[in-house]
């Protein structure tokens, strides 16, 4: 019936002791006591690490730009699609085929009478919005019922959605710098292993043998090839089992890491981003909430890492915008990298 603590549940239920102003933020409530970005850009902020990219740092990417080829790095969306078992798989539906066309349709006939009609076809799609290649919005989780910089949980409602930090706010963000640590191949492997924890040292030891350099504002792209060995036809425990124990961000100085380097967002090719080890949604913690970050999973790299060795250039222009979806807390994206 009522929460004891998240995620822990029982026939109990203590009401909370902080309240809830007119700007819809907690007073009383969690704090982030480490590194993190509340006020910084003001007490009514909803963007976030957003806020890194601007027209500057957007012309500076372009400068990344050599040959002008074009890497998508979004999965198909279909039924095999990777995804957690919570969200259902993708419905791709059609209104209007060739083949209705072709032997008779009762609403062409009927909208043009006995004239030549216009021949079209018309699809539909139910979707998950994060059952894709996909930005977590900041919304998305909440540690003591309070979301980043301050913001209340109860501002997300089933009737109304999320009242306050809604994935709308970054429907022109993430257009900018994309730098890529190819992390696999840096280590001799086609993919990482369960379980595999990826630290700030090693990235450093990457982006040092890449030659990459990182700049506020950037895109920070991490390969680990995992996704290549994702089997949709496996059982639903073996899913659980493969997703909850992909490689991920280890803890410590992770968050620090990120703030000092100022990434305006993460992306990885798994479903977490994060490396479990018992603490559940640990980076998502202080990623989405402490740094007002969001976390992109999904991604496809395989492609991208290819031409990136090939040439030794790991900076690109990358364009990642949110859907304007009023009030989502999460959003498909169809990313691309340009080189």
């Known amino acids: 019936m009522g929460r004891k ?30 590194v993190n970005n509340w006020g910084r850009w003001g007490d009514d902020d909803q963007k976030g690490t957003a806020n890194l990219i601007g027209p500057a740092q957007r012309l500076a990417a372009t400068r990344a730009v050599q040959t002008g080829e074009v890497h998508s790095l979004a999965l198909p969306i279909h039924a095999d699609t990777p995804r957690w078992i919570t969200r259902p798989a993708p419905m791709h539906m059609f209104t209007s085929t060739g083949a209705d066309n072709i032997i008779g349709n009762p609403m062409i006939t009927e909208s043009y009478g006995s004239g030549d009609p216009m021949v079209w076809t018309d699809d539909i799609l139910v ?19 309070v979301m980043y910089n301050g913001f209340w949980a ?24 994309g730098v890529l640590l190819d992390v696999a191949r840096h280590l001799g492997l086609e993919q990482l292993p369960r379980g595999y924890a990826m630290t700030p040292a090693l990235f450093d030891e990457i982006a040092a043998a890449q030659g990459l350099s990182f700049e506020p504002g950037d895109i920070l792209m991490l390969r680990t090839g995992y996704g290549r060995s994702f089997d949709p036809r496996a059982p639903e425990g073996d899913k659980i089992d493969y997703f909850v124990n992909s490689p991920g961000l ?18 990885v090719d798994t479903l977490g981003c994060e490396y479990v080890g018992g603490a559940p949604a640990y980076f998502h913690h202080h990623a989405l909430i402490d740094l ?27 364009s990642a915008p949110a859907l304007n979806i009023p009030h989502a807390v999460g959003t498909p994206i169809a990313p691309v990298a340009i080189r």
């Open 250 to 267: 280890g803890y410590g100085e992770m968050p620090e890491w990120l703030r000092r380097h100022d990434f305006a967002a993460i992306a």
């Open 5 to 34: 603590h998240d995620g822990t549940f029982s026939n109990s239920w203590s009401p909370p002791t902080y309240r809830v102003d007119e700007a819809g933020k907690v007073v009383g409530g969690y704090r982030p006591t480490g």
């Open 127 to 145: 979707l998950a919005l994060q059952g894709s290649t996909q930005w977590d919005g900041l919304a998305h989780v909440a540690k003591d019922d």
């Open 292 to 318: 007002g970050m969001t976390i992109g999973e999904l991604w496809q790299f395989e492609a991208l890492a290819e031409a990136c060795a090939a040439d030794r250039r790991y900076a690109m222009l990358l």
């Open 154 to 177: 109860g501002n997300v409602t089933a009737n109304g959605g999320a009242r306050m930090l809604g994935v709308e706010n970054w429907t022109e963000s993430f257009v900018g710098r």
